[in-house]
């Protein structure tokens, strides 16, 4: 089995409902977007495809010689879009950037995608009665909340993906559409595009926590460091929407209070260090606080974000005419990963049944339709439906 992995780089939009926040320095972030420019190799010759559908405006640059190929990607794009906009409602088109090459000889890398950019709204009168403020929203959903915020409407992409040309990909229009991937000649041996895309276009839609080793230490951390015009250190800013309905199952605390605990310390410490002329630094005054111990404590053993089946994601559905919550239940292996961990559904729980789309791995020889059970929603069960519903997108 191959690890779905993605990578976050983070740009934040402004305006009359929206603030600025400047975007992270890239020593604060292990993946940079020099990096991934790097990882692709430019040694094909680059075909540039659009496609369109009524919910997204996909483009994507191709760095391979073998066309066909391209065009059954851009074919498979367009698949995974209407899977999507059949039972996410987008009033707003969203806008994607696709990347298709080859990584490496040994990458196991099949794909990664993040929202281009997030949006912070503050309180205004204007403000969206779905949006809380204190969340920061992924682009493609705020665009949906607040189609007339002048500050959204810019050409630059709502969500940016890549994927790996290296793989045997099993691509649908190339075969005919099957259920059963084995049917095919070396069937067992692919891996399907468009199962891949969905899984990726989610997180791009925001499917995908805050919480990540920003400083390259071993404190897990609910968002990115904010840096004043001077480079000096200002704190953290304010955790994804994806997170607000996140708890640890196994203390009885929601992880947006431990989050909160771990801003404030944050933001003394830089306060601190502010007023010192340099005499301290943030990090040392972060280093003795109780934020400190309770960001280090997560992902040490025993921790909830290593403890399989810690973390739970609560959602709302309607049930007998009254709202109720449920809960998926997300990743949290012994080994603590970055950009897996938390921001999936756990691989073994939810393995053999129709809430397979958002685990961290994909299966080689599984056509999208083929996996069983399968349920009326498509791929794109009532958990990931439940999930966008709980962020503020409409859903079936």
């Given at each position: 089995m191959t690890r779905f992995v993605f990578f976050a780089f983070f740009w934040i939009a402004y305006g009359s409902i929206i603030e600025r926040i400047h975007r992270p320095k890239s020593d604060s972030h292990r993946y940079s977007p020099a990096r991934l420019q790097r990882i692709i190799r430019r040694d094909a010759i680059s075909s540039f495809l659009h496609v369109e559908t009524t919910g997204f405006n996909i483009y994507l640059t191709c760095h391979l010689i073998e066309e066909s190929i391209c065009n059954y990607a851009l074919s498979d794009l367009k698949r995974a879009a209407l899977r999507i906009q059949g039972v996410i409602y987008l009033n707003e088109q969203i806008r994607v950037n696709v990347t298709f090459g080859s990584f490496s000889d040994s990458s196991r890398t099949l794909g990664y995608a993040s929202p281009n950019f997030y949006v912070e709204f503050h309180e205004s009168e204007d403000l969206p009665w779905n949006v809380d403020a204190d969340y920061l929203y992924p682009a493609a959903l705020a665009r949906q909340l607040a189609p007339d915020e002048s500050s959204l409407q810019t050409s630059k992409p709502d969500i940016d993906a890549t994927f790996n040309s290296d793989y045997n990909w099993w691509f649908a229009d190339s075969y005919g559409f099957a259920r059963d991937i084995d049917a095919e000649s070396e069937g067992?041996?692919?891996f399907d595009f468009e199962q891949v895309a969905i899984h990726e276009l989610l997180h791009g839609m925001g499917f995908i926590s805050g919480w990540y080793t920003w400083f390259g230490d071993k404190h897990s951390i609910p968002s990115f460091p904010l840096y004043s015009d001077d480079g000096d250190f200002k704190g953290l800013a304010k955790p994804f929407i994806f997170d607000r309905?996140?708890?640890d199952a196994i203390h009885g605390f929601w992880l947006r209070d431990i989050g909160k605990a771990i801003t404030e310390d944050y933001r003394h410490a830089a306060r601190v260090a502010n007023e010192s002329n340099a005499t301290v630094t943030w990090?040392?005054?972060?280093a003795a606080s109780e934020g400190a111990k309770i960001s280090a404590a997560l992902i040490q053993a025993g921790g909830p974000f290593v403890t399989p089946r810690a973390l739970?994601?609560?959602?709302p559905v309607i049930e007998n005419d009254?709202?109720?919550?449920?809960y998926a239940i997300l990743y949290t292996p012994a080994?603590?990963?970055d950009g897996s961990s938390i921001s999936h559904f756990d691989d073994q729980f939810y393995s053999s049944t129709s809430h397979f789309l958002m685990r961290p791995f994909a299966v080689e020889g599984v056509g999208l339709d083929g996996y069983v059970p399968y349920n009326k929603l498509g791929p794109l069960s009532e958990i990931i439906i439940g999930i966008f519903k709980a962020i503020g997108y409409s859903t079936l």
């Open positions: 067992s041996k692919r309905w996140v708890s990090r040392s005054v972060f739970w994601s609560w959602y009254a709202i109720v919550f449920r080994k603590y990963t």
